[in-house]
């Protein structure tokens, strides 16, 4: 999976236009000139992309910081989800019902 900074980043820039050597970890949104209703649109592709739910109060973060956060979210989803099956499980099948 594409780390959170680098999705931001990538986001940032083909969506909105911000060239990639103004998109830092210190840079924060206002900085970037990303309005709110930018930070919605964002907020929307990150949770479709990452699976997360994202509250819309981290205005004012860096984007090292929001990246941060985002990549524990998606730590501690993995971290609660259960393993996928390996192949190496036996199946249960039931017979017909008698």
């Not at 999705?7 to 830092?24: C, D, K, Q, S, V």
């Not at 973060?61 to 990246?67: I, K, L, P, Q, S």
């Not at 979210?73 to 099948?93: F, I, K, S, Y």
């Amino acid at each position: 999976m594409e780390p959170a900074y680098d999705l931001m980043a990538r986001l940032l820039t083909e969506h909105f236009g911000i060239p990639e050597e103004e998109i830092t970890p210190d840079a924060t949104f206002e900085q970037l000139e990303v309005d709110s209703l930018a930070r919605v649109e964002l907020i929307t592709m990150i949770e479709d992309r990452l699976h997360v739910a994202l509250p819309e109060e981290h205005g004012d973060a860096t984007v090292g910081e929001a990246a941060a956060y985002l990549d524990r979210l998606v730590a501690d989803r993995a971290d609660r989800e259960p393993a996928a099956p390996t192949g190496d499980q036996p199946v249960a099948m039931a017979g017909p019902a008698r």
